[in-house]
């Protein structure tokens, strides 16, 4: 119940898109959804094969979160988009999501 009322305040458009998080105990993937067309954008992972060399050296799941973060602001930038809306999905802002987004941050992107 509380997701679906979260879910109401949180909507992406197509001039400020939804950036969404979801975690695994394994991976962290992350994509960038515009609502008002009910469309996927585009998705990054720590599956994704840009970053994975990166990957391999980072010592810990909070640095590969924010390598995923710097992967999603760069494909953001790529289609001109610099502003979104930081969805969580009911994850508390600790740990690998917000580095997740810390590194979305870095990479230019705005919430």
Known sequence: MKAVRK????????KRPRLVVFRSLKYIYAQVVDDSQQKT??????????IQAEIKKA????????LV?????D???ERKI?????DRNGYAYHGR??????????????F
């Open 75 to 77: 494909k953001a930038r």
């Open 97 to 110: 999501v917000k580095a997740l987004a810390e590194g979305a941050r870095e990479g230019g992107l705005q």
């Open 41 to 50: 954008l585009f998705g990054a992972s720590s599956k994704s094969k840009p």
């Open 69 to 73: 973060g710097k992967l999603i602001a």
């Open 59 to 66: 010592k810990s799941p909070t640095e590969v979160s924010r």
């Open 7 to 14: 879910k109401r305040k949180i909507l992406g458009s197509s």
């Open 82 to 86: 610099d502003k979104v809306v930081f």
